[in-house]
């Protein structure tokens, strides 16, 4: 059974960071494309970063590029999202997503997904 579970959620001040973790079991993150969604309360969920399976391919969303990055450990089977200088706006449910194809992760329709992490940043 195929199971991805996110981790390092927690409640933060504007300014510091965060890593986010998805463990993932019955798959290989080297063999599929993985992605990082959110959603915050009363808004649609979006895509925050996404990634190839063979990591040479990634995309992130315009308002956090400059803070976030994506990336995998094959050896730990586990996708990351670092996030730095976080702001009150970041704050959501975060939920991992992967997939067999990239371009199907990246638009929010992957196979798999997580029951998500919360970021709380305040002011």
């Known amino acids: 059974m195929v199971k991805v579970v996110e981790s390092g959620g927690g409640s933060v001040q504007a300014g510091e960071s965060l890593r986010l973790s998805c463990s993932a079991s019955?798959?290989?993150?080297?063999?599929?494309?993985m992605a990082w969604f959110r959603r915050a309360p009363g808004k649609d969920r979006e895509k925050v970063a996404c990634?190839?399976?063979?990591?040479?391919?990634?995309s992130t969303r315009q308002s956090v590029k400059d803070r976030f990055t994506i990336s995998k450990d094959n050896v730990l089977n586990t996708l990351y999202l670092q996030m730095n200088s976080l702001k009150p706006e970041d704050t959501a449910m975060y939920y991992c997503?992967?997939?067999?194809?990239?371009?199907?992760?990246?638009?929010?329709?992957?196979?798999?997904w997580g029951q998500g992490t919360q970021v709380t940043v305040s002011s």
């Open positions: 997503a992967a997939d067999g194809s990239f371009g199907t992760v990246c638009t929010g329709r992957g196979e798999y």
């Open positions: 019955g798959l290989r993150v080297d063999d599929y494309a």
């Open positions: 990634i190839s399976a063979d990591a040479r391919s990634s």
